[in-house]
């Protein structure tokens, strides 16, 4: 669970992030009772009724990057391929995004934490999380399954 | 980056980039370009494009080639506000 200085910061953040989904014919929707999650209602700008629903889990922001997984439905599963959308990195078997943006990504990838790659910790990381998946939904082909 | 003869309709960018500490502000000539935007914008926010990271401009979610004129996206509002992305070039 974040500490009592995350959740303030990410509530100072998240603000931010709910207008730019809701911009982009989305929502975000803090999880009841799980401190620090997330999830992110969201569509390609050319196919609106194409819903994707992302859980972003936050441990310590903006210091470390989210934990980001696709799910079927709030409270489902993400070890469902036709969550996920066909887009280079996001991986279904090992249903993580291996990019450098998401918890999953730097644990496989150390390297990325220095250099260009280096997790952000100025401005908003979380809008910037929630644009990453945004413009790459924007350019998905579909759904991995 | 205002022109110092710039027309009474000059334009007013204006680019959000969610790791910029405020947005980027300028006014410009309507036949300028999206590329010359995202230049000063890139410049302002202390960035730099390499070969893993790429950065462009969004307007109404939709990417901007560079070679836009900005009063074309404007139109009769003479202001147009831009989100700048920031493309990881990485993946499994």
Redo the contacts between chains.
Sequence with gaps: MPDAESLLNLAQDQG?VGEFLR??RGDLVPAENEPGVFWLLMSP?GRPNDRFLARLVWTSYPQAPPSVRFHDRVGGTFAVPCAWPAI??Y?IGTWDI????TAE?YAL?PE?RQ???AW?T????F??V???L??DL?LSTGRAG | MADQNKPATAVKVTVVFPLGIKPFHAEVAPTAIVGTVLSEAMTFFGVKADGQTVYYLTHKGQRQAGDVKIGDLAGHAHAVEFNMAKELIQGA
């Design positions: 931010a911009e982009n700008v280079s990195g991986r291996c990019k450098p943006f990504g990838h990325w250099g260009p790659t952000p100025v401005g908003n990381p809008l910037w929630a644009s990453v945004q413009n924007n």
